[in-house]
């Protein structure tokens, strides 16, 4: 079946503009992730859902971040009023629920560049 | 301090070497944990996950959790060129969604 998938795979943007960045989560899967992966660091996290509901917003950097999710499906991170430190992938992942020991499947990221 | 350490290497070894990767961490909360491979300009990869302490082996891998010395590791046996990739590990509490992760190991399999 279809795996993660993010849209768009490269943004190029300039300081101070707003982005929205996409994932479409495996069908079925209850949970849905976004970490930060920051060049040559490890995963960061920001947010997780459970169904539509948000439990874990602790990783989001700033209130320039949010993100929602409808339909316990699509998921949208926004960032507002972009910074220069905001460039990074940004890594969404589903699993079927949100227990410990869950696999997480991971998308192949958005590069965003922000000039 | 990070709650998850993870030497970033590179790491260069011959084809057919053994591989040891290792992670420490400071809470003991964790419960499970997990080892991720990533190629070059795409997402993580679930390799194997662990849940307290033990070993546990896949072909090739075998994943060890040490909770007493907070301490885990990834042997990879006979590596391939193919397993040239950044090899993360994370971590999870048993209830809680997020993983933590590792800043990941650089592991380059010379032919």
């Known amino acids: 079946g279809a795996g993660v998938s993010q849209s768009p795979s490269n943004k190029v943007t300039e300081k101070g503009k707003d982005v929205e960045l996409r994932c479409d989560p495996i069908?079925?899967?209850?949970?849905l992730y976004w970490y930060r992966q920051s060049l040559g660091q490890g995963l960061e996290f920001l947010i997780y859902?459970?169904?539509?509901?948000?439990?874990?917003k602790s990783g989001l950097p700033s209130d320039r971040f949010s993100a929602e999710r409808t339909g316990g499906s699509v998921s949208t991170l926004t960032i507002q009023r972009t910074q220069q430190e905001d460039s990074a992938v940004y890594l969404c992942?589903?699993?079927?629920?949100?227990?410990?020991?869950?696999?997480?499947?991971f998308g192949p990221g958005t590069r965003l560049l922000v000039l | 301090q990070k709650e998850v350490e993870q030497d970033p290497g590179p790491l260069s070894v011959p084809e057919g070497a053994i591989v040891s990767l290792n992670c420490t961490y400071s809470?003991?909360?964790?419960?499970?944990f997990m080892w991720y491979r990533q190629y070059s300009r795409k997402g993580p990869e679930l390799l194997m996950y662990?849940?307290?302490?033990g070993n546990k082996e896949d072909g090739r891998f075998t994943a060890q959790v040490d909770k007493s010395s907070k301490y885990i590791s990834l042997f990879i046996r006979d590596s391939q060129p193919s397993d040239s990739a950044t090899y993360l590990c994370?971590?999870?509490?048993?209830?809680?969604?997020?993983?933590?992760f590792g800043d990941g190991t650089t592991l380059t399999v010379k032919p």
């Open positions: 809470n003991s909360a964790f419960q499970y």
């Open positions: 994370a971590m999870t509490y048993t209830n809680a969604g997020k993983s933590t």
């Open positions: 859902f459970q169904g539509n509901s948000a439990p874990d």
């Open positions: 992942a589903s699993s079927l629920t949100s227990s410990g020991g869950q696999t997480q499947y």
């Open positions: 662990t849940y307290s302490s």
């Open positions: 069908s079925g899967h209850t949970a």
